[in-house]
């Protein structure tokens, strides 16, 4: 299908091929090519065609080129040939047969002062593609073999590489003078829009997508079936729009010129764009473009084959692709960018697309995901705010909706280091793709991992016990406690949240109000000096709320119990992150601890560098605890907990108690807990949740005298409690007022949640790529709401 364009005109080349007669083609053919045998013509509307068998049965292609052909043209396919034959030498595409001077091509004058090109290629045994029937296999097997091919092309470049090339998608601006060509009136208006619309918006875009030498035209004419299996591909052939353009025209050329319009014609597209997904993974950006590829595909060709009809000698071969391309365009366009591309994402296992800045976003299906949601996740989960985010993307500390809008995440600290963050994300990806087994087997990661995670914990601390959640390290953690306690009780804070398991579920009475506490667990009082019996500034305060651990602990040794642990979150968040005595914990542990009890510092919420001044919350008070439990946001985002304990302490359980989980510490798991460790230090993420921290907090402050609902602000780091009071002196709680805001916030774009026992503190606990001009946006946000209040 070789055009070529000069100085703005077009000009075809696919007619007065050269007609040489038999006998000097015979001659040529032995004299250059060494070649002898048997001689039938191939049908060509350009060059002149042989394919020669010879007395040893080998078969062969004989071209003598149009005389018009542009011989860097020539050069580019033979060099493309002889790269892909040194690059994947089992790919099966025609060889070039060397001159008998070992020269990929040769030459002849013709006699009449015209110069040909002659080459010689070997014969690709098989039925052409488009005579079989599509499975798909079959599709799947085109994807693939399109894919190989540019995988063996990937390194090849050629002078002649951008020729010009009307059947280049890139070119296509060449091509938009002739569209008047087109004679139906419909059709080519609709031809003309595509051209318009692709010229003006997805054009420059292509600009950034990868580009190489590809084939760019594989369809049913240039592949053949394997003769050996017929539902794979055997070869491809015919490099004649061998051209240097976006990569992603390959899959969209073969997916738009191989449909057959059925009543899907989206599964045979997904089989063929997944398999050759399959063999050269394509990119986000290029997934996206290949609906547009395709509908380009068909306007090229409309134009081309109406022109072609125009000429003075009537239309060529392609005219057989008129009807069929026209309905295609048509239906294509009645599908719409979306569906196809939903589709294809699909097929590749690409995640939800994310509107890019100024598209129109998905509105429509929020309410059928959540009517889904309902039946098959049960109503009673809960969903934050009145109006439910339905996110497709993260990407720092932003989260991106389906509906185009973009929101700042102050509220999820699983992402630690960020949503999505890249380095996390290729690491967790490259590990699967190598490895994912379980600690039965020695490998190497866990135990790197153990060594560096253990490295920022106090010294003593380095036994562990991997795991997949923070209940399931709170659960052995407090297994552990009672076996090497010989005690069954527990004391934690009143509102305390540390897990779903049964054990641990019972030291969460966050929820109290709904049931019971366990007879073996006591709670304390929350050391707020805002909101508790002793405030700020009075003397004693550590002592005096720590004297409720007196009560408790006494409590449980008379109720036969003893203490088995204390455990603890030391950001005290489900307690609406009070704003702690200095001394409170030490002395709560040293009461805990001269009763036999051991320490669970839970450090779920406000462990990895999250306070600001130390990797761990606990650290922050200056206790040395007996175990350091983490989760959330140990791997961003890919579940993993890990318990760490004193070597004694893990040995005498080991003794005792078989425990393995089949998940916990999985390479892949651990390869996330490495990159996570890798971006807070590399970043300086703690230094920097300390400085936003701080500053944001301050700047909160400052809007106190303007609202008058605002409490108090306190935290550290990037864990924040903003506390919300209708009364600043009864303290009276302003839990409606606090939904309020939060939903408010939401709809500006700001997501922070609800803490505290009577749910009226704002929980701010961002990734830690929160920066400064983030916490502008949410200072900016909390003064709108509670001005709304
Ligand atoms: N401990 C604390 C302090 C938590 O906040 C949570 C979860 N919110 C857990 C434990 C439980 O972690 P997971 O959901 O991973 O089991």
Redesign the pocket.
Known sequence: MNEMKKTGEVKFLDRNPPAFPDGEVRRLAAAVFGLEGDLKPLVSERDQNFRITTAKGETFVFKIANRDEDPGVVDLQVQGLLHVERTDPGMVVPRIRRTRNGEPYGWTDGGDGNRHILRTVSWIEGEELRTQTYTPALMRSSGAAVARLARALRGFHHPSARHPLLWDVTQIAGLRPHAHHIADKGSRARVERVLDTFIADILPGLAKLRHQVIHNDANGDNMVVDPADREAIGGIIDFGDMIHTVLAADPAVTSADLIKLADDVLTPICEIVGGYDSVNPLEEDEIDAIYDLMVARYAITLVIVAWRNSQPDGPGYLVEYEAPMTRALEAFLTLGRDRVRRRLRDACRFPAYCPKPGEKGITDDTAALRAKRDRFLGGTLELSYENPVHVVKGEGPWLFAADGTRLLDAYNNVPQVGHAHPHVARAVARQAAALNTNTRYLYRIILDYAERLTDTMPKGLEACLFVN??????DAAFRMAKQMTGNRGAIVMEA?????SEA?DALSPYDLKNRPLRPHVRTLMSPDPYRGPWKDGEPDLAAKYAADADRAIRELQEAGYGVAAFMI?SGF??NGIPNVPPGYMKLVCEKVRAAGGLIVA?E??CGFARMGTHMWGIETHGVVPDFI?T??PIGNGIAL?VTVTRPEIRQAFGEKTGFFSTFGGNPVACAAGMAVLDVIEREGLMARAYETGEYKRSKMRELINKHRYLGDVRGSGLLTGVELVRDRKTLEPAPEETKRVINHLRNNGVLVGREGPHGNVLKIRPPLAFRKEHADILVDGLDRALAAL
């Open positions: 959640s923070g209940s399931e390290a709170n305390a949240y540390h897990g779903i641990i979150d968040t489900s839970d779920v919420q439990t989760g959330k907990g």
